[in-house]
């Protein structure tokens, strides 16, 4: 496994804003990706990262909703944009090393207001 | 498409006491199955895995065993403790960096 380290930890927001989340991980990994925990709920897919190429994105997200950048091997963001109170959720980002196990970080616990 | 079943919460159970968290799947081809814990708080760590089937994970007290025939996956943990108090998450994967399927989760409360 590996640390993985996300900022910030959490945040209140005014409707139409964006936040922008870091997830950095201290070595290298080839898979990253981002989910939403909305709550009580479970975990759902947003996208997959690879590094150098755009984000792949799971159905009922968008790239303009949701941009997500990978500029190397090791950090990640994901943008929650033109927030609304229905993306209060935990945000979370995971990793992949070897195509067997994804390990997460600790979230964003994100409230809109 | 995969999907995971799991039982529903909350448990509550006595310090000590035998837990179970049922966890039944749906897949293609032979999935790796997980278990995540979330502590309140915090993010998923992942507390267990088996990758094929008849292995059994362990850790921390708690085992599973990837029963391909019955297409399950139960928590099992023989005294559980306050500290176990958690949101279990039964998950699989595909494989191949392919997304994970997480269950709705089980929400575990242990009492002293």
Redesign the interface.
């Known amino acids: 496994?590996a640390v993985i380290s996300?900022k910030p930890s959490r945040d209140i927001c005014q409707r139409g804003t964006s936040l922008t989340i870091q997830c950095q991980v201290d070595s290298q990994v080839?898979?990253m990706?981002w989910y939403r925990q909305q709550p009580g709920?479970?975990?759902t897919?947003i996208a997959?990262a690879n590094q150098g190429s755009e984000a792949t994105y799971?159905s009922g997200f968008v790239i303009d909703k949701f941009p997500i950048s990978r500029p190397n091997l090791t950090f990640s963001t994901l943008t929650v944009s033109n927030m609304s109170p229905e993306d209060s959720s935990?945000y979370?980002c995971?990793v992949?090393f070897s195509?067997?196990?994804?390990?997460?970080?600790?979230?964003t616990r994100l409230l809109v207001l | 498409g995969d999907s995971v079943t799991q039982m529903e919460g909350p448990v509550t159970l006595s310090e000590e006491a035998f837990l179970t968290i049922n966890c039944t799947y749906t897949a293609t081809g032979y999935p790796s199955l997980f278990w995540y814990v979330q502590y309140p708080g915090e993010g998923l760590q992942l507390l267990l895995k088996a990758t094929k089937a008849d292995d059994k994970g362990s850790n921390k007290g708690f085992e599973a065993t990837y029963r391909k025939e019955t297409t399950s996956f139960h928590l099992e943990k023989g005294s559980v403790q306050v500290s176990d108090s958690a949101v279990y998450f039964c998950a699989l994967s595909s494989g191949g960096y392919q997304k994970v399927t997480f269950g709705t989760g089980t929400k575990l409360q242990v009492i002293p």
Do not use: A, K, R
């Not at chain 1, 195509?99 to 979230?107: C, K, L």
């Open positions: 496994s996300q080839t898979m990706f709920q479970s975990l897919l997959t799971e935990i979370l995971s992949d195509g067997e196990t994804q390990y997460f970080g600790p979230g």
